[in-house]
C-alpha cells in the first residue's frame, strides 16, 4: 500500500518536471490572459472565505 | 428510365453521406443532450414555472453559443490527440494544469451527485427506493463501460439520448397556445421586467448550458474515438446538430412547464414531475423517465470525463477500448467517483440542497480558466496550424467567452450572496 502511494508521489514530481515549462509562447496578450486569470481567481477565492466567515459568524 | 437512375444515385449517395454520418457521429450530439441533465432540467422547469413562454428566445440564443464553445473542442483534440486536461498541462505547464485538474475532479464529483439526486428523486415517484436506484445505476454504467470498446459505449449512450425526446410527445399533451407561444416566447423580452431574479434565472440557465465537464468531455470523446483533421467538417456537424436538438428538448420542455405549472415554484425537476403527476400521469410519468434519463446521460459522462483527464495527465492507459486489465487506474478512478458520488446520496441527512449550490460556485471557478485557455490553445500557430481560430471565430469566441465569465461570476456571488441581486 505505502509503496503504490509512494509511486503516486513520484508520479506527481515526474508530471510536475514534465510540464515545467509552459509550451505555448508567452506573448503578451498570453500574459495578460493568465494574469487577469489569475486575479479573477484571488478575487473568487477571497469571495468564498469571506462568506465562509461571515457564515460561521 | 434515366431519371429513375437519377433518383437512384442521389439515393445511394444520400444514403452513404447518412451512414458515413452515423460512423463518426456520438461525442457532439452525446455531450450536447447530456447537457440537458438532471441539473438542466430543473432549471428548464423551474425557469417556465416562473416565466411560462417568455424566456424561449434567449434558450434558442444559447444554442449557436454552445455550438461555438463545444466546436472549438473538437478542432483541438482532432489536430492534438490530447484531452482538454493534458492540453492544459502541456499549454500552461504544471501550475494551471493542477488547478484544472483538481478543480474539474471536484465539480465532476459535485454534478455527480446532483445527477443521482435526479434520478433518485425520478425513480421514487415510481416507488422505487433510492438505494436501488443507485445500485442499479452503478451497476449499468459498470456494465456499459466494461464492454471494452468506445463505439459500443458511444451507441449505448446515443440510444439514452434518444430518450431525452419524451419531453416532445409531453409537450403535446399539454396543448400549449401557439400563438402566445409565438408571441411571448419567440420576440424577445423580459417577463416582470429585468430584475435581480430575471437575471439569477438567466444565469441559470447559461450555467446549464456551458459547463466545464463539457470541454473536458468532448474533447477527450474526439481523441478516443480516434477523430483526425480530416473527421473535424463531421465533428462539428455532430455538435450542430446536439446543440440543436438539446435546444428543441429544452424549448419543449419550457412548453410543458409554461403551460402547466406557471406560477408554482419549483425547487426540483422530483417536485415537478409530481405535480405533472397530478395533471396527468401520461405527462408525470414522462417528465419522470425524462429526468432519470437525464441524471443518467449526465453520470454516464461526468465520471468518465474525470478518469479521462486523470489517465491523460498521470500516463494511464485511459481509452474505453481497453479493458480493466489494461486500464486499471482508469476504471477504479471511474467507479471510485460513481460509487462515493451515490453514496452521499443515501446518507440520511445529507445536505443535498447545500451541494447543488455549491456545484454552481466550483463551476464558476473552473469555467472562465477553461474557456480562456481553450481560446488560447486554438490561437497556437504551431500546434494548430490551419485549424486555429479564425479572426472571425476569435471575435466571436471572446465575446461569447467574455459574456459568459462577467455573467457567471456575477451567479457565482449571487448564489453566495443572495440578498445583493433582490
Not at chain 2, 131 to 155: H, Q
Request: proline share 4%.
Amino acid at each position: 500500500m505505502w509503496k503504490i502511494v509512494r509511486r503516486q508521489f513520484e508520479k506527481i514530481g515526474e508530471i510536475n518536471r514534465k510540464y515545467s515549462k509552459p509550451r505555448i509562447e508567452m506573448s503578451a496578450p498570453v500574459r495578460w490572459s493568465l494574469l487577469l486569470l489569475r486575479c479573477y481567481l484571488l478575487f473568487l477565492v477571497g469571495l468564498m472565505i469571506f462568506r465562509f466567515i461571515t457564515l460561521l459568524h | 428510365m434515366k431519371w429513375f437512375s437519377q433518383i437512384y444515385y442521389r439515393y445511394s449517395k444520400s444514403w452513404k453521406i447518412i451512414k458515413l454520418y452515423f460512423l463518426i457521429a456520438g461525442p457532439g450530439l452525446v455531450v450536447m443532450i447530456a447537457d440537458n441533465d438532471a441539473g438542466g432540467i430543473t432549471t428548464y422547469a423551474a425557469t417556465s414555472a416562473k416565466y411560462g413562454y417568455g424566456l424561449i428566445w434567449f434558450l434558442l440564443l444559447l444554442v449557436p453559443v454552445a455550438y461555438f464553445v463545444q466546436e472549438m473542442t473538437v478542432r483541438l483534440g482532432a489536430v492534438t490527440k490530447r484531452g482538454h486536461a493534458e492540453a492544459i498541462f502541456d499549454g500552461f505547464g504544471a501550475f494551471w494544469g493542477w488547478f484544472s485538474l483538481i478543480d474539474l475532479m471536484l465539480v465532476d464529483w459535485l454534478t455527480l451527485v446532483t445527477e443521482f439526486i435526479g434520478m433518485t428523486a425520478a425513480l421514487r415517484i415510481f416507488g422505487v427506493p433510492p438505494y436501488l436506484t443507485v445500485a442499479a445505476v452503478c451497476l449499468l454504467l459498470g456494465v456499459i463501460v466494461l464492454n471494452g470498446r468506445y463505439w459500443t459505449w458511444e451507441k449505448i449512450a446515443l440510444v439514452f439520448c434518444a430518450f431525452n425526446l419524451i419531453y416532445i410527445p409531453g409537450a403535446f399533451i399539454v396543448h400549449p397556445s401557439v400563438s402566445s407561444l409565438v408571441h411571448n416566447g419567440l420576440i424577445p423580452n423580459f417577463p416582470g421586467g429585468f430584475n435581480g431574479e430575471m437575471f439569477f434565472y438567466l444565469m441559470a440557465n447559461i450555467g446549464t448550458t456551458i459547463a466545464p465537464w463539457m470541454l473536458f468531455f468532448q474533447q477527450s470523446a474526439v481523441v478516443d474515438k480516434g477523430m483526425t483533421e480530416k473527421d473535424i467538417p463531421w465533428g462539428k456537424f455532430d455538435t450542430m446538430l446536439g446543440s440543436l436538438v438539446t435546444g428543441i428538448v429544452g424549448i419543449f420542455i419550457f412548453i410543458v412547464g409554461g403551460t402547466v405549472l406557471r406560477g408554482v415554484d419549483i425547487e426540483s425537476a422530483g417536485q415537478a414531475s409530481r405535480l405533472l403527476m397530478g395533471v396527468n400521469r401520461y405527462l408525470g410519468t414522462f417528465m419522470a423517465i425524462g429526468l432519470f434519463d437525464a441524471g443518467l446521460l449526465g453520470a454516464i459522462c461526468i465520471s468518465l470525463a474525470s478518469s479521462w483527464a486523470f489517465g491523460e495527465i498521470f500516463g494511464w492507459a485511459h481509452s474505453l477500448n481497453n479493458n480493466i486489465k489494461e486500464a486499471p487506474w482508469f476504471y477504479a478512478n471511474y467507479f471510485l467517483t460513481l460509487l462515493t458520488a451515490g453514496a452521499v446520496v443515501l446518507i440520511p441527512g445529507a445536505p443535498l440542497v447545500l451541494i447543488t449550490l455549491f456545484v454552481q460556485v466550483v463551476a464558476v471557478t473552473l469555467l472562465p480558466a477553461a474557456l480562456v485557455f481553450l481560446i488560447l490553445l486554438l490561437n497556437d500557430e504551431k500546434t494548430m496550424g490551419e485549424y486555429r481560430n479564425t479572426r472571425i471565430q476569435n471575435i466571436l469566441n471572446s465575446v461569447i467567452v467574455l459574456t459568459i465569465v462577467v455573467l457567471s461570476s456575477l451567479y457565482g456571488v449571487s448564489v453566495l450572496f443572495p440578498k445583493l441581486f433582490q
